[in-house]
């Protein structure tokens, strides 16, 4: 089934199907039955039974032959009682403690998933590249193998820079000794005035949250440029 805005589905015939659904159900559980609602006023959903109504009425002219304002007309209260549907279904079904998970999926509404899948960090750093952006400023431009200039793997938050400024390259990147969080580029990054001539060598790792927790990706590459 198609679905936008959550759980409401896309195609008319859907729309309508699920519409007449929630109605249905919200009155079978307010009928007085144990365990029944009583969180929903019977306004509510009197306003509920009018606008599916009202919506059943225009969706069924269009389901012979029609004319073009009879569409708009029904194209029109498709986006109204879309609206109301949705703002029952968010002030009374979606959140109450009454309406159980059960109850959620016999209407066609979405239950969240309690267990969060993990999410595996990659096994490469990010590829990336430093450009000079003015006295003491450099830039770092980081990608996802040939992936657009910031993009990051499904799962992962940001990248963490590892850095350092010495006179030729570190043995290995854990001897970078400061690190900054990142989750846009370019991430500038401001040297001390007595650091420029030097150069700076940086080396990258995905995260998958702030502060390595979840798994960090492996190693980059270490890469340097002079500190303008």
Same mark, same amino acid.
């Given at each position: 089934?198609g679905?936008?805005?959550?759980?409401?589905p896309g195609?008319?015939a *859907?729309?309508?199907v699920f519409?007449?659904?929630i109605g249905? +159900?919200? *009155?079978?559980?307010?009928?007085?039955?144990?365990?029944d609602?009583?969180?929903?006023?019977?306004?509510?959903?009197a *306003?509920?039974a009018r606008?599916?109504?009202?919506w059943q009425?225009? +969706?069924?002219v269009t389901? &012979?032959p029609?004319?073009?304002?009879?569409?708009a007309?029904?194209?029109?209260?498709r986006?109204?009682s879309e609206k109301?549907?949705?703002?029952f279904?968010?002030?009374?079904?979606?959140?109450?403690?009454? &309406?159980?998970?059960?109850?959620?999926?016999n209407?066609?509404?979405?239950v969240?998933?309690?267990?969060?899948?993990p999410?595996?960090p /990659?096994?490469?750093?990010?590829?990336?590249?430093?450009?000079?952006?003015?006295?003491r400023?450099?830039?770092?431009?980081?990608?996802f193998?040939?992936?657009?200039?910031g993009?990051? /793997?499904?799962g992962?938050?940001?990248?963490?820079?590892y +850095?350092? &400024?010495?006179?030729?390259p570190p043995?290995e990147?854990k001897?970078l000794p400061?690190s900054?969080?990142?989750t846009?580029?370019?991430h500038?990054?401001?040297?001390?005035?007595?650091?420029?001539?030097?150069?700076a060598?940086?080396?990258?790792?995905?995260e998958?949250?702030?502060?390595g927790k979840?798994?960090?990706?492996?190693w980059s590459?270490m890469?340097? *440029?002079?500190? /303008?």
């Amino acid at each position: 089934m198609g679905k936008r805005n959550g759980s409401i589905p896309g195609p008319d015939a *859907e729309f309508d199907v699920f519409f007449k659904n929630i109605g249905q +159900y919200t *009155e079978m559980k307010c009928g007085g039955g144990a365990p029944d609602w009583t969180h929903i006023p019977p306004e509510a959903r009197a *306003e509920l039974a009018r606008q599916y109504a009202a919506w059943q009425a225009a +969706y069924a002219v269009t389901l &012979v032959p029609c004319t073009s304002p009879q569409t708009a007309e029904k194209n029109r209260l498709r986006k109204v009682s879309e609206k109301a549907l949705r703002d029952f279904i968010n002030i009374y079904l979606r959140f109450h403690p009454s &309406v159980t998970d059960e109850d959620k999926r016999n209407m066609g509404l979405a239950v969240p998933n309690p267990t969060k899948t993990p999410v595996t960090p /990659p096994k490469e750093g990010p590829s990336f590249n430093i450009v000079q952006l003015g006295p003491r400023l450099l830039g770092v431009n980081y990608c996802f193998d040939q992936g657009r200039r910031g993009s990051k /793997p499904p799962g992962v938050k940001g990248a963490r820079i590892y +850095y350092g &400024v010495f006179d030729g390259p570190p043995q290995e990147q854990k001897l970078l000794p400061a690190s900054v969080w990142s989750t846009r580029c370019p991430h500038v990054i401001t040297f001390r005035e007595t650091d420029r001539g030097k150069r700076a060598w940086f080396a990258l790792r995905w995260e998958v949250r702030r502060g390595g927790k979840g798994g960090q990706s492996g190693w980059s590459e270490m890469v340097s *440029e002079i500190i /303008p």
